[in-house]
């Protein structure tokens, strides 16, 4: 299994816009951070997970030719703002299977609503056929594909496992139960916002108290903003087998 990381950076991406922090006028590739997403392949099939607004440069950066479907996190627009460039693969296999919990459905269809609508419809709009997720595991391409159920502060959102490989991002909460389903990982991929606390997310301190806690193999850490600082100093302080992602980093499990 490979998984390419598109893009490391929080809503904003680094550098955010307007500022002149000095991690967000670093020269440093590693701390230029596209929204957060990755592409997981196995068995020669490629999956996206998130589809942000900086979904077409990353599928033209890292040379994209063919994805079969889109596992949604969340209904944030860092997450989905780039369904309509979803159209040249749309092109090629027809309906994109897009894969979702209601509550995500349910904004893509008022914010989208020229995709969702069945008359009247806007002919060069990409087509989607949403798949409903819930607790319950579902198949794809032969491997089994494990949501976990996480909070991103009060809202209900999506983690992804993989076989041994774990995908989290925007977490706050993790319950025990679903603790459970991360257990024996060999790859864990989180959030790790920024230093000081925050309402919403994982903070550095509590994405290394979940390493703790799990004892994945490896994990790296995502969704950062410039607020954790420049990535190679922060690489430094990290424990051993823990990382910081950055954009176009891939990996292998």
Same mark, same amino acid.
């Given at each position: ?25 670093? %020269? ?34 890292? !040379? ?10 969340? +209904? $944030? ?5 780039? @369904? ?57 391409? %032969? ?36 603790? &459970?389903?991360?257990? !024996?990982?060999?790859? @864990? ?7 000081? #606390? $925050?309402?919403?997310?994982? %903070?550095? &301190?509590? #994405?290394?108290?979940?390493?703790? &806690? ?26 051993? !087998? ?9 990996? +292998?499990?």
């Amino acid at each position: 299994m490979k998984v390419t990381f598109l893009g490391t950076g929080t809503s904003q991406g680094i550098p955010m816009i307007a500022s002149k922090d000095p991690v967000c006028l670093s %020269n440093n590739l590693k701390d230029k951070r596209l929204r957060s997403s990755i592409l997981i392949s196995w068995d020669d099939v490629s999956y996206v997970i998130d589809c942000g607004p900086d979904f077409r440069q990353q599928m033209l950066r890292e !040379n994209i030719q063919c994805i079969k479907g889109v596992l949604f996190t969340h +209904e $944030h627009a860092d997450h989905t703002a780039g @369904l309509d460039d979803l159209r040249p693969f749309c092109y090629q296999i027809g309906e994109m299977p897009i894969y979702l919990n209601q509550l995500t459905l349910d904004s893509l269809e008022q914010r989208f609503q020229y995709i969702f609508s069945i008359e009247n419809r806007y002919p060069g709009a990409p087509s989607v056929s949403p798949f409903i997720v819930d607790k319950k595991f579902f198949i794809l391409n %032969n491997l089994e594909v494990q949501p976990i159920q996480i909070l991103h502060g009060k809202l209900p959102i999506l983690g992804y496992r993989f076989q041994q490989l774990a995908y989290l991002t925007d977490v706050k909460y993790i319950s025990e139960t679903e603790k &459970e389903k991360l257990k !024996n990982l060999d790859v @864990l991929i989180v959030n790790a916002l920024r230093l000081e #606390a $925050h309402p919403t997310h994982f %903070n550095l &301190e509590e #994405a290394l108290e979940l390493v703790e &806690e799990l004892q994945p193999k490896r994990t790296y850490f995502t969704h950062i903003s410039h607020k954790l600082g420049f990535h190679n100093e922060v690489s430094k302080k990290l424990p051993k !087998n823990v990382f910081l992602a950055f954009d176009g980093l891939k990996i +292998e499990t």
